[in-house]
């Protein structure tokens, strides 16, 4: 079974403060997503990565891929109070996995104006 | 185009009664899945399907079957209802290219059993 483990569990900051979000697992995956999630509302897709060593930037928030395509880190930059929700971690893997992710317990952010 | 929607968005049951939750999308993907997401667990995995005619057993299955009798609806049913039943479902359905995930959500149905 694959697993992923995200930290930290829950984040309360104030706005203009800068966060990480970790997502680690001893499985090597194929690709891993970034979804947010707002109350009431499915999750939505932020970003794949899928290389080793890959960075993507989309506007204040930085993903990163491990070497090794174990883990991943989401760092924003400056949050906003927009930018409250819960953040999902899940990685895709080959062979009799595939069509399947796995997802991360989640990671509650709350940034206070 | 309404992506994935799912019905109802919210229900109450009895333990022991039996309910039908519906997604449908219009995005003419071939996969489609039903989770549930209870607090500190993220999101687990219930049944899936690879395309029409097809279904196969998630993480957590026990207590749930599901049918894909078209390949733009999936349905998920409850024959016996137990509390520990009581959670939001979500239906998705992805689009894979290479080694590409975009997995896309409705908005949830939540469900309690007193």
């Known amino acids: 079974t694959q697993l992923l483990e995200q930290s930290p569990q829950f984040l309360s900051i104030q706005e203009g403060e800068n966060l990480t979000v970790y997502c680690n697992s001893s499985s090597v995956f194929s690709s891993l997503q970034w979804y947010r999630q707002e109350p009431g509302e499915g999750p939505v897709l932020l970003v794949t990565v899928v290389t080793g060593g890959e960075v993507k930037k989309l506007k204040r928030l930085t993903f990163q891929f491990g070497d090794a395509r174990k883990d991943s880190s989401l760092h924003i930059t400056a949050a906003q109070t927009g930018d409250t929700g819960l953040y999902l971690c899940?990685?895709?893997?080959?062979?009799?996995?595939?069509?399947?992710?796995?997802f991360g317990q989640g990671t509650i952010l709350t940034v206070h104006p | 185009n309404a992506g994935v929607t799912q019905t109802p968005k919210f229900r109450v049951l009895k333990t022991g009664q039996s309910m039908t939750l519906l997604c449908a999308q219009d995005m003419n993907h071939e996969y489609m899945y039903w989770y549930r997401q209870d607090p500190g667990m993220g999101l687990r995995l219930i049944h899936y399907?690879?395309?029409?005619?097809?279904?196969a057993k998630g993480e957590v299955p026990d207590g749930y079957n599901v049918s894909r009798l078209k390949k733009q609806n999936f349905l998920l049913g409850l024959e016996s209802a137990a509390p520990s039943q009581t959670s939001v479902y979500f239906c998705?359905?992805?689009?894979?290219?290479?080694?590409?995930?975009?997995?896309?959500f409705g908005p949830g149905t939540r469900l309690t059993v007193t």
């Open positions: 399907s690879v395309g029409e005619g097809t279904t």
């Open positions: 998705a359905t992805t689009k894979i290219y290479r080694e590409n995930y975009e997995q896309y």
């Open positions: 899940a990685g895709a893997g080959g062979g009799t996995s595939y069509g399947k992710l796995t």
